[in-house]
């Protein structure tokens, strides 16, 4: 009798979705990374979403190192703190994925969601197509 198959290993994709479940922020996004990184695997819509899946991952970052959900002080934006670039990337993040997939609602609320923790909010409101 010959022994079923191994099933195959989960795809980078699951692991750092696995990984973003677990609140392991850095190590999803590494994995979304790795995944991104192979181009012979991906659908447009498979790259736009794991732009996304990486945005929300770093759009954790930037909130666990503020150590809550709150606004950015004016003291912050003076020192142009490190602790912005996390923001910044999820923000390039969701125009790559809102680029491979322009109608994709969970891209635009992602994209909102980053312009409101950088406290640009006509542009967050713009991103939900609320304000023009």
């Known amino acids: 009798m010959m022994a079923a198959p191994a099933s195959p290993s989960p795809s980078l994709k699951d692991q750092g979705n696995d990984a973003f479940r677990a609140s392991s922020w850095d190590l999803s ?4 990374t790795r995944a991104l990184s192979d181009p012979t695997i991906l659908t447009p819509d498979d790259a736009a979403a794991l732009f996304s899946n990486r945005a929300a ?3 954790h970052l930037f909130q666990f190192d503020r150590g809550e959900h709150t606004l950015l002080s004016s003291s912050e934006y003076k020192q142009g703190c490190t602790r912005l670039i996390p923001c910044l990337v999820a923000l390039l993040d969701t125009t790559a994925a809102l680029l491979l997939r322009p109608t994709w609602s969970t891209a635009h609320a992602r994209r909102a969601e980053v312009y409101a923790h950088l406290q640009d909010f006509p542009a967050a409101l713009a991103s939900c197509g609320l304000f023009r």
Request: aromatic fraction near 28%.
């Open 29 to 32: 996004v590494n994995l979304y």
């Open 57 to 59: 991952a770093y759009i």
